[in-house]
């Protein structure tokens, strides 16, 4: 049976699943993986509309991602066209939270990696991942 892992892209680093859980197949995935959506986002559907849920087969393919805001049964009284702009919105949302997340991921392995030539204690791993990242 394959193993199905998960990452959660919130409004910080997001959350990383390296246990995953086995299921039979894609379809079974994705129903669980909307279960886990409709979970997160109980009762906090505007706060949560541009978060995300990515889940990975394996040894880490992409199998398929839920954007919060496609499943947000608060938004079933808009119209077609209302709710493709909130969807649009709430992707423009996820894409600056993940620049932001990343500019930030850079600036903490830069101090790292200053403080680290110079013999000074450095922030060497941040909720279980390195820091300073590999070269190669």
Known sequence: MPRYTFKLSDDGNGVEDDVGVSLPNVEVAYRYACDVVFERMNCRELRTRHWQLDVYEGEGK??????FVRVDPTLNHLTAEQRKLVEHNSR?????????CAANLTGREARSLVAHSRGKPYLAADRGHRVIRDSS
């Open 62 to 67: 992409k199998v398929f991602e839920i954007p």
């Open 92 to 100: 423009l949302i996820r894409l600056l939270k993940d620049a932001v």
